[in-house]
């Protein structure tokens, strides 16, 4: 069973910076892809930022192309996202899932769920 642990959400006014980390462990053969999802209350999960580990193609929604960056560190088994301007709609809490279906399964155009999730992280951006 995959294990995911995120950390560095934190409070940040608007237009700061913060990176969520995500540290897993288990055997590598099970990260085909990480996903960063977050979740405001009444709202659907949202799928933000996903990085296959086979050749490092990434996806952005549109609300943060341009904003959010996703990379990892396989040998630490670690994944990145840095988020910058960040705008009170940003507030959520995040997480990061794994998933071994591909990249256009799990992110492009969504059919299935990814199958670990960590605990989440909450992010919150002041005005």
């Known amino acids: 069973q995959v294990q995911l642990v995120e950390s560095g959400g934190g409070l940040v006014q608007s237009g700061g910076s913060l990176r969520l980390s995500c540290e897993g462990s288990?055997?590598?053969?099970?990260?085909?892809?990480i996903g960063w999802l977050r979740q405001v209350p009444g709202k659907e999960r949202e799928r933000i930022s996903c990085?296959?580990?086979?050749?490092?193609?990434?996806t952005y929604a549109d609300s943060v192309k341009g904003r959010f960056t996703i990379s990892r560190d396989m040998d630490k088994k670690t994944w990145f996202l840095e988020m910058s301007n960040l705008k009170p709609e940003d507030t959520a809490v995040y997480y990061c899932?794994?998933?071994?279906?591909?990249?256009?399964?799990?992110?492009?155009?969504?059919?299935?769920?990814?199958?670990?999730w960590g605990q989440g992280t909450q992010v919150t951006v002041s005005s």
């Open positions: 899932a794994a998933g071994l279906q591909s990249l256009y399964r799990l992110c492009i155009k969504p059919s299935v769920d990814f199958t670990s």
């Open positions: 288990g055997s590598s053969l099970d990260y085909s892809v």
């Open positions: 990085i296959s580990n086979s050749d490092d193609s990434t």
